[in-house]
């Protein structure tokens, strides 16, 4: 039996002579939370569309669950998916909206109360959709997704409109799932939350995959830095110019000077600093985060 959840090789897709996704290459292994990331454009609800069956490749394979996606009928009664938003019913409130969908999929109905409250939306449920606020919308489909009780959830921005502590719950709940063994693929541009729940990342530029690995392996490869802040402005010039001549490249940026180099180095700094007759404010290394990544490797286009 296959260990990967998705398995995508040369996946593209055309529209006329635009290439909306190129030659994509990447798996998701079972049980993960993997981030699907890219700028507005690159890619990703056009992938994810594939993947679903919604659209036809234009060349290369994939398969979803170990099933080729040229028969999506063949595993999509175990994938779950929110793609470009949910749409529901306006007059009809959230339980009965997913009620409607389960009888439909051919789903337990009983087990819409529970969604609801694993979504916090459990005193929201007698409410009609058209009172819901955007990120009440969005927990009511992530609610609709886990219907099946799926193997693979697929979520496209499904922390779009909630508050803080609405995507701390919604990003516990991904993670509870992917540990009872629910495959968790999810778009976002939320990158400081992609960081902290994904085991694996995605990412695309201009429609070509540009990294597909663990997301610790990608951040553990960018170079560290060390910002340094002087008490006296003045000399940050200076200060730069110590890095300079100990080979180390440096730029200020927001009133301190950020040096491409290992943390064990900070304490040379110091010590070059305070030899100079320059006191520093600040000194503390510092590994590049996904955000600080994810704008250097596409270019900064979002």
Not at 155 to 174: F, K, M
Not at 264 to 289: C, E, M, R, V, Y
Request: proline share 5%; hydrophobic share 40%; aromatic share 6%.
């Amino acid at each position: 039996m296959s260990t990967l959840a998705i398995s995508v090789t040369d996946l593209s897709k055309k529209y006329g002579e635009q290439t909306a996704v190129s030659h994509a290459n990447f798996e998701v292994p079972f049980g993960t939370v993997c981030g699907f990331v890219g700028p507005n454009g690159s890619g990703k609800t056009t992938t994810m569309r594939m993947l679903l069956g919604l659209i036809s490749p234009t060349g290369g394979t994939g398969t979803i669950l170990g099933q080729s996606i040229n028969h999506p009928e063949r595993y999509l009664n175990r994938v779950g998916a929110m793609i470009e938003g949910p749409a529901f019913y306006p007059a009809l409130t959230g339980a009965e909206n997913l009620r409607l969908l389960a009888t439909l999929g051919g789903f337990a109905t009983d087990q819409v109360q529970g969604l609801l409250d694993r979504v916090s939306l459990g005193d929201r449920g007698d409410s009609k959709y058209k009172t819901y606020s955007l990120g009440m919308k969005q927990r009511l489909g992530i609610a609709a997704a886990l219907l099946p009780n799926p193997q693979l959830l697929m979520l496209d921005e499904p922390t779009n409109g909630l508050d803080p502590a609405g995507i701390q719950e919604i990003r516990e709940l991904l993670r509870s799932l992917a540990n009872k063994g629910t495959t968790v693929f999810i778009s976002s541009h939320l990158l400081s939350e992609i960081e902290m729940i994904s085991d694996s990342l995605v990412m695309l530029r201009k429609g070509k995959v540009i990294f597909a690995g663990k997301t610790h392996d990608l951040l553990m490869r960018q170079q560290p830095v060390i910002v340094a802040k002087c008490s006296d402005p003045q000399d940050l010039q200076k200060l730069l110019e110590i890095g300079d001549r100990s080979g180390h490249e440096g730029a200020i940026i927001n009133g301190a000077v950020h040096f491409l180099a290992p943390s064990d180095w900070a304490a040379t700094l110091n010590k070059l600093s305070f030899d100079a007759g320059i006191t520093l404010a600040q000194l503390s290394p510092a590994l590049p985060s996904l955000e600080d990544t994810f704008f250097e490797m596409t270019g900064d286009e979002e």
